[in-house]
């Protein structure tokens, strides 16, 4: 899961001379929100292959933006909002 997490941050489209557009990160903010819910719903999530463990919302949000910065800045919607 990780892997393909990663796969969709780094998918880019080039733009010509507007640059790159990140082509993954629609998918991948959805599914980071799955995780939130999990996280808010009480349950406890490790993301597997390392040590983390999100039991809070505040563990979840700095493990999603410490390894996905790119979205806060890159992206029109962000993991913490389900409008």
Known sequence: MLKDFDALYAETKDM???GQ???????LVEELRKIR???EAG???KIEG????????QD?????????YKLEEGYD???GDDN
């Open 60 to 68: 979840f949000y700095d493990w999603a933006h410490g390894r996905y």
């Open 37 to 39: 819910r999990l996280v």
């Open 21 to 27: 557009w990140h082509t993954g990160f629609g998918i």
């Open 77 to 79: 919607r962000w993991i």
């Open 16 to 18: 010509g001379i507007l």
């Open 50 to 57: 390392t040590q983390t463990v999100l039991t809070t919302w």
């Open 43 to 45: 349950l406890m999530v």
